[in-house]
Every structure is written in structure tokens, then in C-alpha cells.
């Protein structure tokens, strides 16, 4: 079947439409503004509204006698004796623009023209027409004769609204603003429009006054960006809760004021560019929208390029009779806005819901302090005592939610999905998440759980990823928060990662630890946009695993102050120091020392040979050997020459040799058979070349594979005496040290 174009329904809808327009302009000017109708009389609304009404259903009833009308009026009160004032100044002016001579477009067998009087009778028959209730199937037409009634009586914009809806979607709209600019720039310019839009075939402006003739414009609604954008909303403080709009646009960074204007013009304004978004929010009075209210601007925004939803997103149901039922408010905008307006809207909500439920709560303390105390309790030492205090007082439940959810980690498929779901349940949940791990390795993926809850975490800040399954990690690329932190890991690399990167703007601190695999070469055109300088400004903290993270391939010096490799070899470490030397103040190197090294190169301070390091306060190494090699023991390759220049505010050096490394140099230094001989010599000869230094501590452990090793520690009394060896334990600093042992 092929789709039907509705152009003699285009056609009807426009003239009758432009003759109620004419009608109502008139009801305003002889009633309105000479005031010959008082306040507390039957108001001109009423008069203008049932007589456009009469007009155009008149029209539709003789062109399409089968279409019902879902209308706002019924004539049960005119056919009244009460009503018979009413009723007459209603049918005269109802006839007198029925009558008025045919406009180019007109036929006169639509009931238009000197010579088709209508009966009274007939008119109220017309009114009632409008008495359908609407249903999911079938066509029927939607007609507001005067929306915006409150504008009307100001002067300002009001609308007249026809739309034709079949199985439930919106096919065709007319909108006719008779007092609306006709271009936006001159808003002292001629006024009056007339706004059309047929599903599949765009939106126009048509002149009020030669509707047929003069030409028409096709509208699209323009991009806009956090400074271009505005909203538009209702005048009316009852319609529409115009504060939690506020709250709406300083999510989105919105700078520019709100266009406030009555009625369906609204979606006209948005169609033509003259505003970015229409919001519509429920006052919580328990309001249904009416769909005579919205079906033509529908059609209108959509055809203009732009979505419109209620206020979660959904699609806007016609099919539920005379109102959109369930639907959450309406809002309509451009195709780029739409979905970061409702996710505005569903972070403000969430506050409001946080908000509402602590007004109920026992403690009268700012919410900002009980949230506070509440933090501070959220450490697990503590938890059970919030999770207790929620199950006593249910009304401070969001605010221990909030509290115990900002820090929130995961390792099992099973808890991951149920923290998704709890998330997802209440929005204000996820409002609180500030920091997620997600460490799940092996076991089904968490793609389907995580992909409802990311788009949810906007204020997220700290993100841990480890998961095997790399189909995850696209995700984060439509995800709504800006992280400062990132670390990643898993069995394979994703091929996003640079992606990932480059939408993550204001992240500090990078990490990425895939598994290195040797049956998979590196593929290093991976690497190549981590080494475009501008994608990470912020870019402060780097930890990888070189062997997944080409670190020589990164040619601009970023000014990175933390530094940790892992699987450094001498070439990776060298390229590191002269891009970063200028910056490091902490250094963290696991590192290969393969046969083909030079020997002198065990002694970790070798590597600082032609480097600049006058930052540097902390070093650590710890080394891995391919194959044992026989150990420089000579004296003059300790230390370096120089090496107080390199870095003169070095002030803690840790090492963790291999054990058969400390074995070596406990037998044979020096023909010395102390094992502490050799290590209480070098680390002498440092204190002596590093005024700075404070403390040289040699462990003969893998200090990567365990969090607290035993070694031997030196250090510098205030009276710049060095002391030790003194056996110590090393506990490695969870946060600078953000390696995970290798399995
Ligand atoms: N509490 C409420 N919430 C939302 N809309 C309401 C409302 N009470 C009335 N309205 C509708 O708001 C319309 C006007 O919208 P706006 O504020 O955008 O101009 C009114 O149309 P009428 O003026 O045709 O009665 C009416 O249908
Ligand atoms: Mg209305």
C-alpha cells in the first residue's frame, strides 16, 4: 500500500484553520480589547472557542463526514435556556465567518460562502461533533480552537491547533498563530502564521492571510551547543513547574534566559529555530495532558528534524483516548539535544526525589550535613550502622543510599548485575556513585546490566574497568560522565580505548593494564591518538603495562607526575624519563632487565644517566630478569657521576632486587661475606651523592607480586648521619601503587 499524502485533508485543515484564525482575531478585537464583555461574563474564550470550534468542524463534517473530531467543547450548555445568550452570539459569529466569501483554496461545498447558511441547530450539531473519545485505532481529528486561552486574553500568542491522528500517531498537524511574528528577528514585524507538517513530507510556515499562495518555508530545526541553546516553556506557573526547568538548564551549563510564550507557538518557535527546547515538566497536581494540546506540534517538530518524548523519554501515546494517559510531561527539542536534555531532566529528578524524601525525615539538619555525617560513616568498618539507622528511620534510607553508594565496587557477574539493577531502580542511586570498580574476570559478560546502568552515573568521577570481555568498554564512549580517573584492564585490548580517551576531556589519571599475550603482536596503530597532545590536557597520572601500551610511541610530553610501568625495558624507561623527567615527582618501574643489558645497569640510579629529573621525590624499582647474568660488583659503577645534579630533591629510593641478585652481592663484594656489605655500601655511596636523600630502602622480594615485603632499610638521622641496615616491612601505598600482581 503505498502512503497516503493526505493532501486534500492538508488542504481542508489549512482553510478551516486560517477561518477560525480570523474569527478569534476578531473576538478579540470587538470583545477583548473594547471590553464589552466583562470578566465574570461567559468570557470571549468561551465565545471564541465554541465559534471556532462550530467553524471547523462545520468544515471537516461536509469534507470528511466519516472522521470523528476528539475536541475541548460540547454544546450541552448552550443548548440550555440558560445558555441562549451564549448560544446566539456564538452561532451569529460562527455564521458570519462561515459566510464570509470563498478565499483562494475554499470550495464552496465545505459549507463556506454567502450563500451556505447553517441553521443554529446545525452549529451545535457542529459543536458536538468534537464529543469523540479518541481510541488506539482508526483516524479522527484533534482540535484545539483556542489553545492558549490565557494568552489570548493578554494580546499575546495563543493557537489555533487541528491535527489529524490515525492509529494513534499524529499524521498531520495545523497550527495557526495569528499573533505570532512572522520572522523571529523582527518581533515588531507583520504577525500572523500558519504552520503545517505531513508525516514524511516536512514542516513549513505558510502566510496567515494567502496560506495557498504565498510561498511557504520549510523549517529545520537548527544544532545548538550549551551556548546557543534555550528553553521555551509556558507563561503560566500552573501548566508547567518552570523551577525544576531551572534546575534542568544549569545541568546542561544553559546560559542563555527562557522564551516564555503561551500555547502551541512553542513548538512552532522550536520548528523555526527561535528556541532550543521545549520543556514541559508535570506540576505534580496530577494533571493529564490533553492531546489536542500537543498531536499537531508532534507532527511539527518531527517533521522539523527534532524528537519530542514526555519527560523520561518515552514516546508520547495518542492511542489512550481523550489524554496522553501515563505519559511524564512532554519535551521536545533538536535530535542533537533531546536525549541530554532527559538526562538532565532524570539528574535533576533524582535530586528532587532526594530532596522530597529528606524533608520527611526526623532530623531537621540540612541535608548537606546529614549527608556529610553519613560519609563519613560509609567506610566498611562502619557501614552496618547506616544500613541499621535506614531500617529504624525509612526517611533517611536516600541519604544513607547516597552515602553508601558514592564509593561502590564489584567482582562477581552476580553482584554486578544486581548493583545495576539497584541503580537503575532509583535514579538517585546512581546520582551518588562518585567511584566504580568493576573487576570481573572470566564468568558471562556484564555488558547488558552495565549498558542500563552507565547511562545513569552522572557523577561519576573515579571509574576501575577490568572485565575479559571487550565489547564493554564501548560503552563508556555514550556514556554522561566526565571521569578524573580511569583505569582499565582485561584479557584483551579494546580497539576503543583511544576513543574512550578522546571523550574523556578532563581525565587525570590513566590506566591501562591489559594483559600482555605473546601470541598477539602489539598492533601499534592502537596507540597512536594517546600521542595526539591535545585529547588529555589534564593528563597527570599514567600507569601501563608496556608491553599493551607502546610508551615509545608517545612523542609528546605530557607533564605527568606520576609515572608507573610495568615490563619496562631499558629503551621504554630512557623514552619515559626525557619526555616526562621535567614533571615526574614519582617514579614507579617494574622493569625487564634482559641479558643483552650492560651489567651496571642493575643499579637502579643507572638509569638516570643523561637525564634531568629536578622534581623527582620518589623512586621505586623492582626487577625482573629474563636469565641471571653475572652482577657488576665493582664499586666505581655504583653510583653515577652527576647524579646530584639529575635529581637534587630525590628523596626515597625503594629496590627490590631479585633475591638471587641480594644472594650475589652477599657473597662476593668486596671478597666480603656480610650479606648486608654491598647494599650498606651503595646505598652510602647515594646518601653521600644525594643531599636530598632521606631514606634507601632494599628489599629481596618481587615488590610487585605482594603488598607487604621484608628488607632492609637506611636512612638519614638529623645530624646527616646514615643509619641502618634496619630489616623493615614495606607496605605499598594502595593509591600510588595502582599495579595489580601479575597471575
Ligand atoms: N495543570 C496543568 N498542567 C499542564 N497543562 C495544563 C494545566 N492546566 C491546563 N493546562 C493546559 O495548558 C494549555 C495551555 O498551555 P500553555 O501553558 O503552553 O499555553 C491549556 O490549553 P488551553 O489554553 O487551550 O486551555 C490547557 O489545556
Ligand atoms: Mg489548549
Given at each position: 500500500m503505498s502512503?497516503?499524502t493526505?493532501?486534500?485533508?492538508?488542504?481542508?485543515?489549512i482553510?478551516?484553520?486560517?477561518?477560525?484564525?480570523?474569527?478569534?482575531?476578531?473576538?478579540f478585537?470587538?470583545?477583548?480589547?473594547?471590553?464589552?464583555m466583562?470578566?465574570e461574563?461567559?468570557?470571549p474564550?468561551?465565545?471564541?472557542?465554541y465559534a471556532a470550534?462550530?467553524v471547523v468542524n462545520?468544515?471537516?463534517g461536509?469534507t470528511?463526514p466519516?472522521?470523528p473530531?476528539?475536541?475541548?467543547?460540547?454544546?450541552a450548555?448552550?443548548?440550555?435556556?440558560?445558555?441562549k445568550t451564549l448560544?446566539?452570539?456564538i452561532v451569529?459569529?460562527?455564521?458570519?465567518t462561515?459566510?464570509?466569501p470563498?478565499a483562494?483554496g475554499?470550495?464552496e461545498?465545505w459549507?463556506l460562502?454567502?450563500?451556505q447558511?447553517?441553521?443554529s441547530?446545525q452549529l451545535?450539531?457542529?459543536?458536538?461533533?468534537?464529543?469523540?473519545?479518541g481510541?488506539?485505532t482508526?483516524?479522527?481529528?484533534?482540535l484545539?480552537?483556542?489553545d492558549?486561552?490565557?494568552g489570548?486574553?493578554r494580546g499575546?500568542?495563543?493557537?489555533?491547533?487541528?491535527?489529524?491522528?490515525?492509529?494513534?500517531?499524529?499524521?498531520?498537524?495545523?497550527?495557526?498563530?495569528?499573533?505570532?511574528?512572522?520572522s523571529a528577528?523582527?518581533?515588531?514585524?507583520?504577525?500572523?502564521c500558519i504552520?503545517v507538517?505531513?508525516?514524511?513530507q516536512?514542516?513549513?510556515?505558510?502566510?496567515?492571510d494567502?496560506?495557498f499562495?504565498?510561498?511557504?518555508?520549510r523549517?529545520?530545526?537548527?544544532?545548538?551547543?550549551?551556548?546557543?541553546?534555550?528553553?521555551l516553556?509556558?507563561?503560566?506557573?500552573?501548566h508547567a513547574k518552570?523551577?525544576?526547568?531551572?534546575r534542568?538548564?544549569?545541568?546542561?551549563?544553559?546560559?542563555?534566559?527562557p522564551?516564555r510564550?503561551d500555547?502551541?507557538a512553542?513548538?512552532?518557535a522550536?520548528?523555526r529555530g527561535d528556541?532550543g527546547?521545549?520543556?514541559r515538566?508535570?506540576?505534580?497536581?496530577?494533571?493529564k495532558?490533553k492531546?489536542w494540546?500537543?498531536?499537531?506540534?508532534l507532527i511539527?517538530v518531527?517533521?522539523?528534524g527534532?524528537?519530542i518524548?514526555?519527560?523520561r523519554?518515552?514516546?508520547?501515546d495518542?492511542?489512550?483516548?481523550?489524554?496522553?494517559?501515563?505519559?511524564?510531561?512532554?519535551?521536545?527539542?533538536?535530535k542533537?539535544?533531546h536525549e541530554?536534555?532527559?538526562?538532565?531532566?532524570?539528574?535533576?529528578k533524582a535530586?528532587?526525589?532526594?530532596?522530597?524524601?529528606?524533608?520527611?525525615?526526623i532530623?531537621?539538619?540540612?541535608?548537606?550535613?546529614v549527608?556529610m555525617?553519613?560519609e563519613?560513616?560509609?567506610?566498611?568498618?562502619?557501614?552496618?550502622?547506616?544500613?541499621w539507622?535506614?531500617?529504624i528511620?525509612k526517611?533517611?534510607?536516600?541519604?544513607?543510599?547516597?552515602?553508601?553508594?558514592?564509593?561502590v565496587?564489584?567482582s562477581?557477574?552476580?553482584?554486578?548485575?544486581?548493583l545495576?539493577?539497584?541503580l537503575?531502580?532509583r535514579?538517585?542511586?546512581?546520582l551518588?556513585?562518585?567511584s566504580?570498580v568493576?573487576y570481573i574476570t572470566?564468568?558471562?559478560?556484564?555488558?547488558?546490566?552495565l549498558?542500563?546502568?552507565l547511562p545513569?552515573l552522572t557523577?561519576l568521577?573515579?571509574?576501575?574497568?577490568?572485565?575479559?570481555?571487550?565489547s564493554?568498554f564501548?560503552?563508556?564512549l555514550?556514556a554522561?560522565?566526565?571521569?578524573?580517573?580511569l583505569?582499565?584492564?582485561?584479557?584483551?585490548y579494546?580497539?576503543?580505548v583511544?576513543?574512550?580517551l578522546?571523550?574523556?576531556?578532563?581525565?587525570q589519571?590513566?590506566?591501562?593494564m591489559?594483559?600482555?599475550?605473546?601470541e598477539?603482536?602489539?598492533?601499534?596503530?592502537?596507540?597512536?591518538?594517546?600521542?595526539?597532545?591535545d585529547?588529555?590536557?589534564?593528563?597527570?597520572?599514567?600507569?601501563?603495562?608496556?608491553a599493551?601500551?607502546?610508551?615509545t610511541?608517545?612523542?609528546?610530553?605530557?607533564p605527568?607526575v606520576h609515572?608507573?610501568?610495568v615490563?619496562?625495558?631499558?629503551?621504554?624507561?630512557t623514552?619515559?624519563?626525557?619526555l616526562?623527567?621535567?614533571t615526574?615527582v614519582?617514579?614507579?618501574?617494574i622493569?625487564?632487565?634482559d641479558?643483552?643489558?650492560?651489567p651496571?645497569?642493575y643499579?637502579?640510579?643507572?638509569?638516570?644517566?643523561?637525564?634531568h629529573?629536578?622534581?623527582?621525590?620518589?623512586?621505586m624499582?623492582?626487577?625482573?630478569?629474563?636469565?641471571?647474568?653475572?652482577?657488576?660488583?665493582?664499586r666505581?659503577?655504583?653510583?653515577?657521576p652527576?647524579l646530584?645534579?639529575?635529581?637534587?630533591?630525590?628523596?626515597?629510593?625503594?629496590?627490590?632486587?631479585d633475591?638471587?641478585v641480594?644472594?650475589d652481592?652477599?657473597?662476593d663484594?668486596?671478597?666480603?661475606?656480610s650479606?648486608g656489605w654491598a647494599?650498606?655500601?651503595?646505598?652510602r655511596m647515594?646518601?653521600?651523592?644525594?643531599?636530598?636523600?632521606?631514606?634507601?630502602s632494599?628489599?629481596?622480594?618481587?615488590?610487585a607480586a605482594?603488598r607487604?615485603v621484608?628488607?632492609?632499610?637506611?636512612?638519614?638521622?638529623?645530624?646527616?648521619?646514615v643509619?641502618?641496615?634496619?630489616?623493615?616491612?614495606?607496605?605499598l601505598?594502595?593509591d600510588?601503587?595502582?599495579l595489580r600482581?601479575e597471575?
Amino acid at each position: 500500500m503505498s502512503t497516503p499524502t493526505y493532501a486534500a485533508e492538508k488542504q481542508v485543515a489549512i482553510a478551516a484553520v486560517r477561518r477560525a484564525c480570523v474569527l478569534t482575531a476578531s473576538v478579540f478585537n470587538k470583545l477583548v480589547k473594547q471590553e464589552t464583555m466583562t470578566k465574570e461574563d461567559a468570557s470571549p474564550v468561551t465565545v471564541g472557542d465554541y465559534a471556532a470550534q462550530a467553524v471547523v468542524n462545520t468544515i471537516l463534517g461536509r469534507t470528511f463526514p466519516k472522521d470523528p473530531v476528539v475536541g475541548e467543547e460540547d454544546a450541552a450548555d448552550l443548548r440550555q435556556e440558560s445558555g441562549k445568550t451564549l448560544r446566539e452570539r456564538i452561532v451569529q459569529l460562527a455564521s458570519e465567518t462561515l459566510a464570509a466569501p470563498l478565499a483562494e483554496g475554499e470550495k464552496e461545498e465545505w459549507g463556506l460562502g454567502p450563500n451556505q447558511a447553517q441553521t443554529s441547530e446545525q452549529l451545535l450539531d457542529a459543536i458536538d461533533r468534537g464529543n469523540y473519545e479518541g481510541g488506539r485505532t482508526g483516524r479522527f481529528w484533534t482540535l484545539d480552537p483556542i489553545d492558549g486561552t490565557k494568552g489570548f486574553l493578554r494580546g499575546e500568542q495563543y493557537a489555533v491547533c487541528l491535527a489529524l491522528v490515525v492509529d494513534s500517531r499524529p499524521e498531520l498537524g495545523v497550527i495557526g498563530c495569528p499573533n505570532l511574528p512572522v520572522s523571529a528577528a523582527d518581533p515588531a514585524g507583520p504577525r500572523g502564521c500558519i504552520f503545517v507538517a505531513v508525516r514524511g513530507q516536512g514542516a513549513y510556515q505558510l502566510a496567515l492571510d494567502s496560506p495557498f499562495s504565498a510561498p511557504a518555508t520549510r523549517l529545520t530545526i537548527p544544532p545548538s551547543t550549551s551556548e546557543t541553546l534555550n528553553f521555551l516553556e509556558s507563561v503560566e506557573k500552573a501548566h508547567a513547574k518552570l523551577s525544576f526547568n531551572e534546575r534542568v538548564g544549569q545541568v546542561l551549563g544553559i546560559t542563555r534566559a527562557p522564551t516564555r510564550m503561551d500555547s502551541q507557538a512553542k513548538y512552532c518557535a522550536l520548528a523555526r529555530g527561535d528556541g532550543g527546547a521545549y520543556l514541559r515538566m508535570p506540576t505534580g497536581v496530577g494533571y493529564k495532558e490533553k492531546i489536542w494540546d500537543h498531536a499537531a506540534g508532534l507532527i511539527l517538530v518531527e517533521e522539523a528534524g527534532g524528537v519530542i518524548t514526555d519527560g523520561r523519554g518515552e514516546p508520547l501515546d495518542f492511542g489512550l483516548g481523550r489524554t496522553l494517559g501515563e505519559n511524564f510531561g512532554v519535551v521536545a527539542a533538536g535530535k542533537d539535544v533531546h536525549e541530554r536534555v532527559i538526562a538532565a531532566i532524570k539528574q535533576a529528578k533524582a535530586e528532587e526525589d532526594v530532596a522530597a524524601q529528606a524533608n520527611g525525615s526526623i532530623f531537621k539538619l540540612p541535608p548537606e550535613l546529614v549527608r556529610m555525617i553519613f560519609e563519613h560513616f560509609a567506610d566498611e568498618q562502619h557501614q552496618f550502622w547506616l544500613v541499621w539507622i535506614s531500617t529504624i528511620c525509612k526517611a533517611l534510607m536516600p541519604e544513607v543510599e547516597a552515602a553508601l553508594y558514592r564509593t561502590v565496587a564489584v567482582s562477581s557477574c552476580k553482584n554486578a548485575t544486581r548493583l545495576c539493577r539497584a541503580l537503575v531502580k532509583r535514579p538517585y542511586r546512581a546520582l551518588a556513585v562518585r567511584s566504580l570498580v568493576v573487576y570481573i574476570t572470566g564468568g558471562a559478560s556484564i555488558k547488558q546490566p552495565l549498558k542500563s546502568a552507565l547511562p545513569l552515573l552522572t557523577s561519576l568521577k573515579r571509574l576501575e574497568l577490568t572485565v575479559d570481555d571487550p565489547s564493554i568498554f564501548p560503552l563508556l564512549l555514550d556514556a554522561p560522565f566526565r571521569l578524573r580517573t580511569l583505569l582499565t584492564g582485561g584479557y584483551y585490548y579494546p580497539d576503543c580505548v583511544e576513543d574512550i580517551l578522546a571523550s574523556q576531556p578532563s581525565l587525570q589519571r590513566f590506566s591501562l593494564m591489559f594483559t600482555p599475550r605473546r601470541e598477539e603482536p602489539l598492533d601499534l596503530e592502537h596507540a597512536r591518538t594517546i600521542l595526539r597532545p591535545d585529547i588529555l590536557p589534564n593528563l597527570r597520572s599514567l600507569t601501563g603495562w608496556v608491553a599493551r601500551f607502546p610508551l615509545t610511541l608517545i612523542k609528546h610530553p605530557y607533564p605527568i607526575v606520576h609515572l608507573a610501568l610495568v615490563g619496562a625495558t631499558r629503551r621504554d624507561i630512557t623514552h619515559a624519563i626525557s619526555l616526562f623527567g621535567n614533571t615526574l615527582v614519582t617514579l614507579i618501574l617494574i622493569r625487564l632487565i634482559d641479558e643483552q643489558s650492560p651489567p651496571e645497569c642493575y643499579w637502579p640510579t643507572y638509569m638516570f644517566r643523561h637525564a634531568h629529573l629536578p622534581k623527582l621525590e620518589y623512586f621505586m624499582v623492582a626487577d625482573r630478569y629474563d636469565e641471571h647474568a653475572d652482577l657488576p660488583l665493582e664499586r666505581e659503577t655504583m653510583v653515577i657521576p652527576g647524579l646530584r645534579e639529575i635529581c637534587p630533591a630525590l628523596k626515597t629510593i625503594v629496590w627490590g632486587a631479585d633475591g638471587t641478585v641480594i644472594d650475589d652481592l652477599q657473597w662476593d663484594f668486596d671478597g666480603m661475606t656480610s650479606r648486608g656489605w654491598a647494599m650498606t655500601v651503595y646505598a652510602r655511596m647515594l646518601f653521600d651523592a644525594i643531599p636530598a636523600l632521606e631514606r634507601v630502602s632494599i628489599y629481596d622480594d618481587e615488590v610487585a607480586a605482594s603488598r607487604e615485603v621484608m628488607g632492609e632499610v637506611f636512612t638519614r638521622a638529623e645530624d646527616r648521619t646514615v643509619k641502618g641496615p634496619e630489616s623493615a616491612s614495606i607496605s605499598l601505598d594502595e593509591d600510588m601503587w595502582t599495579l595489580r600482581p601479575e597471575t
